[in-house]
């Protein structure tokens, strides 16, 4: 089992477009409303037309955001994942600020997917940043079918499946 600095970690689950996302977002505002620190990475989809053609990668600690992932837009650095186009400056970005918090009440990773557990690339700080933060509590989104995956790394957690 790895030991990691922080007390809990409770991996969110659940299908695409379950509202993984969501739930960690009202946790994160409910976490602030009470004053605690909150950091890490969440990933707000974006729409067009009611249909999801992106995503971004947001800061918990500054709120900066930028695209993380698009089917309609090709930036200059992206290489091709599925039907994503992701940003590799972008995940670039995501991973240093990742990898330089030290300590938080509430760490949110949204998410950690086939990039990251096949492809060795996307939030790949995140791996590290669980094993290393000083956090009271971690959310970790993560697909169903990649949580035995997360286990055999040695991470102890909870689950909440959102459905």
């Known amino acids: 089992m790895i030991k990691t600095k922080g007390n809990k970690i409770t991996v969110i689950t659940g299908k695409r477009g379950a509202g993984k996302t969501r739930f960690c977002a009202l946790q994160e505002m409910?976490?602030?409303?009470?004053?605690r620190q909150v950091a890490g990475v969440l990933s707000p989809a974006l729409y067009q037309n009611g249909e999801k053609v992106g995503f971004y990668l947001r800061n918990l600690e500054s709120e900066e955001q930028r695209l993380g992932g698009s089917s309609i837009l090709k930036p200059e650095s992206s290489f091709h994942f599925h039907k994503w186009h992701m940003d590799q400056e972008s995940f670039a970005w995501?991973?240093?600020?990742?990898?330089?918090?030290?300590?938080c009440d509430l760490l949110i990773i949204d998410e950690l997917g086939p990039i990251e557990f096949e492809h060795h690339s996307g939030l790949i700080a995140a791996f590290d940043c669980l094993k290393t933060v000083d956090y009271k509590k971690a959310l970790v989104v993560i697909r169903p079918e990649l949580i035995a995956t997360f286990k055999a790394l040695g991470f102890d957690f909870d689950t909440i499946s959102i459905t």
């Not at 409910?30 to 004053?35: F, I, K």
């Open 30 to 35: 409910s976490a602030r409303e009470q004053g």
């Open 94 to 103: 995501a991973n240093d600020f990742l990898a330089n918090i030290q300590s």
